[in-house]
């Protein structure tokens, strides 16, 4: 059984970064796929980016592209997502999700098994 806990959100004003976090516990990530989803109040979930743990790939959605970078850390078992020059407009609970032997290039959330309780982010103009 794999947990996910993600930590990291808060409030930061438009330009700012944050940095978001995902802990994992359980199976071994190696042959996960791991990815950030955000929600909007009133949105359903919505991929931002993806990794593949055993290669490193990555993919993004056109709004985190030049803006967010997904990463990994193989000894902790941690996940990444450090988000610059955020907008107004990347305020949302974001969450971390997973699943076995996925595609980074999964972007529905019914594809993911795995999912953490979400971390805030509130970005103010």
């Known amino acids: 059984q794999v947990q996910l806990v993600e930590s990291g959100g808060g409030l930061v004003q438009a330009g700012g970064s944050l940095r978001l976090s995902c802990a994992r516990s359980g199976d071994s990530f190696i042959h996960y796929t791991m990815v950030w989803f955000r929600q909007a109040p009133g949105n359903g979930r919505e991929y931002v980016a993806g990794?593949?743990?055993?290669?490193?790939?990555?993919n993004y959605a056109d709004s985190a592209k030049g803006r967010f970078t997904i990463s990994r850390d193989n000894t902790n078992q941690m996940m990444y997502l450090q988000m610059n020059s955020l907008k107004p407009d990347d305020t949302a609970v974001y969450y971390c999700a997973a699943k076995y032997a996925g595609s980074i290039y999964s972007t529905a959330p019914d594809d993911y098994n795995y999912w953490g309780q979400g971390t805030q982010v509130t970005v103010s103009s």
């Open positions: 990794i593949n743990w055993h290669d490193g790939s990555t």
